[in-house]
């Protein structure tokens, strides 16, 4: 069935490193793929969003592109700061399937100043 | 503002009682969720709805039911509660079918003694 598979966290680093989170999937046909956030405490946000092959979706500073020949959407941000400590999460929906996302682990991620 | 709302952030209950979590939205969507997250498996689909009195089985439902009576309103139930149903419970909605993003809760951590 559809799948995500992240990289394992935690990922420690310091401010203003560039950071990259790999997400890649298995899945029929042409799934939409996301990126949600989770701060302390909080629950999800949606990040970002790509709908077909090749969209680049964006927001905050973070940027992860729709690649069919790899069937990846890493997240990169090229300057993190302390206020990205969050979990973030990898998330796929194909689009003739049923009305639920379907998530990777997670990827924990600690700024350090 | 897009807003999800859950009855309770923290919530303590001893083994074999009956328990009730309440997801509300205030945006009239007509699709509403429950996952549980466990750290190292992510998010986990238990129950949706799609619409008030209808349901469907996520990866999990075994131990839980749902409750849809009001679009706005979705119940999560354990009917007897056992330890292994600790964990972070998260409620998300969206909109008509076709529609991806979902929007969450800030989620309710159950602890089962």
């Known amino acids: 069935g559809d799948s995500v598979t992240q990289m394992e966290g935690p990922v420690t680093l310091s401010e203003e490193a560039f950071l990259t989170i790999n997400c890649t999937y298995t899945a029929t046909g042409y799934p939409s793929l996301f990126w949600y956030v989770q701060y302390p405490g909080e629950g999800l946000q949606l990040l970002l969003k790509a709908t077909k092959a090749d969209d680049k979706g964006s927001n905050k500073g973070f940027e992860a592109t729709y690649r069919k020949e790899t069937t990846s959407f890493h997240l990169e941000k090229g300057s993190v700061q302390v206020s990205d400590s969050a979990v973030y999460f990898c998330a796929l929906r194909w689009s003739n399937s049923g009305y639920a996302l379907n998530f990777g682990k997670g990827t924990s991620l600690l700024v350090t100043p | 503002d897009v807003k999800v709302t859950q009855s309770s952030r923290y919530l303590v209950k001893r083994t074999g009682e009956k328990v009730f979590l309440e997801c509300v939205q205030d945006m009239d969507h007509e699709n509403m969720f429950w996952y549980r997250q466990d750290p190292g498996l992510g998010l986990r689909l238990i129950y949706f709805?799609?619409?008030?009195?209808?349901?469907e089985k996520g990866d999990i439902p075994e131990g839980y039911s749902v409750s849809r009576e009001k679009k706005e309103r979705f119940s999560l139930i354990l009917e007897s509660a056992s330890t292994n149903q600790t964990s972070m419970y998260l409620c998300a909605s969206s909109p008509q079918v076709g529609w991806y993003e979902q929007y969450f809760g800030p989620g309710t951590r159950l602890t089962v003694t």
């Open positions: 709805s799609y619409d008030v009195k209808m349901k």
